[in-house]
């Protein structure tokens, strides 16, 4: 019976030595020690020998070491490497990490089992039956059923029976030693030959590489473990300085035999020959022991690769029945998938081709590792205190290393994998997922913030690098959706929005509640496909609050600029608005007031009518906000009319010509009418002849709070009869055009 996804009631935890170092150094001490190490020797004569073993243990060294610091830095759960990349990084690197790294554990199950069957039908007598040829693919799916089986039922069972395969291969490596030093010895192989390894020493390391790269196998038991924090460090260490060790010991031992010629040694067919005709009881020990470490390297990939399906599952990347358990705390349906999918490769063909691509793949996770612990270093987050410190350029070494090792073994296999991932990590952000942890990209942010902060705050603002730093008040954004999708539009390509919803004491239920509050007017932009950030404040009154939050918002060099706000629907609440507007003149703030009565068109082709009256700096900041929208790409088509009205001919042409040398100056391309209106003509009029079905009006606000009831009148005259219209008035722009009306021009004054 399956128990609910994520939990179990009676998982069995292990220690360092069974949960982490076992699955460790037996994956370490793989196939390739047995079949391609007097090749290496063979090839690279002892001293160059000697130095792939210690770069190549190097860079795992590194890696261990970043992934500890990592591991000592958090309580790891389910999914080892995945967890602490994605827990590290955040949810979609470690997704793209992570998915990749499934599939190359779960294919990995099918190479080990593979290379098993290869193993055993090599001692098929040549005489006598002969093998169908369709017997090598049966026996690599009866094994994968059977390491799938036992390791479905019990991970405990499993890791256990890898004891007799640790004693076989120790065993092994000690009956090399005796059977080479009972036998004629000589000085040792020191030169370097290239016999059958002409393309050289790089491609020797590339070849020999791959038999360091098993000690993450227990890193994969991280969910299972009963002291994550204290297993992962000395397990894995612990199996990167054993396979090291081990490994300086072989090419020693094959280097000073005399029992092997240079030519036997460097023939890549000999294989595990090499072992058997050196070692004491030679295949009755090494032939078990070959077989024990190729399984329990199977053992390994079908116990990680669940593990890792199931923290993909958990948090929210893969369907959530994925991370099912047992009663007894197995990923049980993830392993049976990642059996099936282990079967279904067998039927791949050109198994070796796709183990390129597959070890290349497996090495991004060292590059992630080891990013993930420098960056974690570099930004100095207060929360990241390892008891496992390493230098973040040590980490930084060992990522570069990872890069370089994949380019030697395929350069195609490289950019394979760093194009599948980056696929996978921007599929996964245009999801826009959400994630219940913090992580070291808000870290990044706020350091490269603070740069740029400071380096704001030591210049002046010159007009031409004026910015658009904005803040809209709104109650409910749904409600107001239209009006913050036109502001957004002012800052989309160059400035920066603010949404603020103000709690007044009335609503004390909602104190507590401030950021949830912002987090859903998050996801409320979202769904509409908005950006800004958002925030909540507590203010004792609306009047107040609107001017205290105002006048103090934004950081440093950019302090914000810009108020905008909708007209209210009640009589108070509009007075109210035109007190607020000249408070906030004193500030220095500019203000819209927005009126958006029907949506915007979707329609390609827009016009916007600027009514410019040429006072108080109004419509400088009015032609600037048009440029700004038709900045955006559903309003580049737009075409900016601007009006303006005289009483007289003789001025008609004067005017043309003085906007037109602005804007022309000012580089914004507008048409330009200026109206000559009748003595008796009201200009109201006029502007709803020109401008009623326009997609967007702009007209100046003027300052002062004298007879607002009037103002209140006329101002809710012409927003009713406009579908959509924004009263602008400019407290601060000093903007590139001039002003050059006379109080002789006339227009619409608000």
Known sequence: MAGKPGTSQSTHKFGTFLGVYMPSILTILGLIMYLRFGWV?????????????????????????????????????????????????????????????????????????????????????????????????????AFIVIVTVLSGKSAKLVLRSQIPIMILVGASVLALMIGVLTKDLQMPITKATYQTAPEGFWYVFAVFFPAVTGFTAGIGMSGDLKNPQKSIPRGTLGAVVSGAVVYLIIPILLAITGALTIEQMTNPEAGVTIWTRLAILGPWIVYPAVWGAVLSSAFGSILGGPRILQALSMDGLVPKFLSTLSRSGQPTIATWISGVIAVGAVFLGGLNTIAQYVSVLFLTLYVAVNMSAAIEQLIKEPSYRPTIDIPWYISILGAVAAMVVMWLINPFAFAFALGLEVLIFLYLMSKKLEQQWGDASTGIWMHLGRYALLRLNAKKVHP?????????????????????????MLGQNSGLLTISKLITLENESEFTLKNEIAHEMQKDLALAGLQALTEVHIVTDLKYGMNHVAAGHGV??????????????????KIKELEIINDM??????????????????????????????????????????????????????????????????????????????????????????????????????????????????????????????????????LSKLNRAVLVQNNGVESEIPVIFDSKSTSIKV
């Open 41 to 141: 020797l063979g090839n690279l004569g002892l001293i160059k020998t000697i130095i792939v073993v210690l770069m190549a243990s190097s860079i795992t060294f590194i890696t261990g070491l970043s992934a500890s610091a990592i591991a000592t830095n958090i309580k790891v759960g389910v999914g080892g490497e995945y967890f602490m990349i994605s827990r590290s990084l955040g949810l979609e690197p470690g997704g793209a990490i992570g998915i990749p790294l499934y599939l190359c554990r779960t294919l990995s199950v099918t190479f080990y089992c593979y290379g098993l069957s290869e193993a055993i039908l090599a001692l098929w007598p040549v005489t006598g039956i002969t093998i169908p040829s369709y017997t090598l693919q049966l026996m690599t799916i």
């Open 464 to 488: 031409r690098n004026w910015r658009p730093i904005i803040i809209l008040f709104v109650r409910d954004i749904n409600e107001h959706i239209e009006l913050v999708r036109f502001t957004e």
């Open 556 to 573: 440093a060099g950019i302090k914000t600029n810009t108020v905008v706000f909708g007209w209210s629907s009640t009589h108070e609440g």
């Open 585 to 718: 003149a004193r500030s220095g703030k500019n203000v819209l007031i927005a009126h958006i009565n029907k949506p915007f068109p979707k329609k390609v082709k827009k016009r916007i009518d600027i009514w410019w009256r040429g006072r108080e700096n109004n419509c400088d900041l009015m032609v600037l906000l048009a440029y700004l929208i038709q900045l955006n790409n559903k309003w580049k088509k737009t075409t900016i009319r601007i009006f303006s009205i005289t009483h007289s001919e003789d001025e008609k042409q004067t005017l043309e010509n003085h906007i037109r040398f602005s804007i022309r100056e000012a580089r914004i391309v507008a048409n330009v009418i200026v109206i000559v209106a009748q003595p008796k003509e009201n200009v109201l009029d006029i502007l709803l002849t020109k401008s009623k079905y326009v997609d967007l009006v702009f007209l100046g606000l003027a300052r002062g709070v004298n007879q607002v009831e009037e103002r209140v009148t006329f101002i809710d005259n012409i």
